[in-house]
Nanobody, 121 residues
Framework: QVQLVESGGGLVQAGDSLRLSCAASGRSVNNYNMGWFRQAPGKEREFVAS????????YYPASVKGRFTISRDNTKRTLALQMNRLNPEDTAVYYC??????????????WGKGTLVTVSS
């Protein structure tokens, strides 16, 4: 069993930066690929970033590539998402997730409850 708890969300202005964290518990959490997803009001949940078990491989969609950076610390069992040059379209609830296979919606084994990020213009 893996438990995930996100933190770091808040209200920021366009152009600001924000760093989200996800604390993971569970003996086997380091065996999981991990990712960040987000869901904006009235929209479907979407993929934001993923990182492999070892932390050596990362993926981003075009919408955040170059602005967001995912990282993990397996000794501390934490996952982070550094978000720079935020814009109002980044407003959403951000979720941390863990899965043994491909990091994709519908493929994840565990989800956090989310943290709200609001970007004002």
């Amino acid at each position: 069993q893996v438990q995930l708890v996100e933190s770091g969300g808040g209200l920021v202005q366009a152009g600001d930066s924000l760093r989200l964290s996800c604390a993971a518990s569970g003996r086997s959490v380091n065996n999981y690929n991990m990712g960040w997803f987000r869901q904006a009001p009235g929209k479907e949940r979407e993929f934001v970033a993923s990182i492999s078990r070892s932390g050596t491989t990362t993926y981003y969609p075009a919408s955040v590539k170059g602005r967001f950076t995912i990282s993990r610390d397996n000794t501390k069992r934490t996952l982070a998402l550094q978000m720079n040059r935020l814009n109002p379209e980044d407003t959403a609830v951000y979720y941390c997730a863990a899965g043994r296979g491909t990091v994709a919606i519908g493929q994840m084994d565990y989800w956090g409850k989310g943290t709200l990020v609001t970007v004002s213009s």
